[in-house]
């Protein structure tokens, strides 16, 4: 899989968000995030909400300031049930629409990711409130270009991974 081929998760997600390099989904399993692959509100808030490292996460908190950092686990959409794509407009897919976290909906290809490679892959969702829900996740389209505000169009019909109530185990 290439860089430019990421699961977008909105794990309401969000996510992830999908994003999800973020991410998609209906009502969170939990407030939490992807941590492997790593979403973009993870990998910035392991890098310090106050002084982030990469350009990217800079970014975003210069858009959105720290709180969204902080509050990580946050990015979602609860009771989307099933509307996920009329609830969250094009360019706002990271976000889940809230806000607070607009700063994870800027587009741009230096966002910090984890090298996924084909094949077999166990993904992981750090969770801090489990509860009921169910996650899908998205692959982007080839050709996706992340300098361009994340569409839903940019990603495939049909989720590549959907898993609903899954158990909680280690976090």
């Not at 399993?29 to 509100?41: E, F, I, K």
């Not at 210069?62 to 609860?78: E, F, K, M, R, S």
Request: glycine share 8%; charged share 20%.
């Amino acid at each position: 899989m290439t860089a430019r081929r990421k699961a977008a998760g909105i794990l309401a997600l969000g996510f992830a968000p999908l994003a999800l390099t973020g991410l998609t989904a209906t009502p969170a399993v939990a407030h939490g995030s992807l941590t492997d692959p790593v979403s973009r509100v993870s990998a910035c808030f392991a890098e310090g909400p106050e002084s982030p490292k990469s350009a990217a996460c800079q970014a975003a908190v210069a858009a959105g300031g720290t709180q969204a950092l902080y509050d990580w686990n946050g990015v979602n959409i609860a009771n989307a049930a099933g509307k996920h794509r009329d609830l969250i407009p094009d360019g706002k897919l990271c976000s889940a629409a809230n806000d607070k976290f607009k700063g994870l909906d800027l587009p741009r290809a230096d966002w910090p990711a984890t090298a996924l490679s084909a094949g077999k892959h166990t993904f992981r969702f750090r969770a801090t409130a489990p509860h009921r829900g169910s996650f899908e996740l998205y692959m982007t389209k080839p050709g996706y270009d992340a300098t361009k505000p994340l569409a839903w169009s940019d990603l495939e019909a049909k989720p590549f991974a959907e898993v609903t109530d899954p158990a909680l185990v280690d976090g």
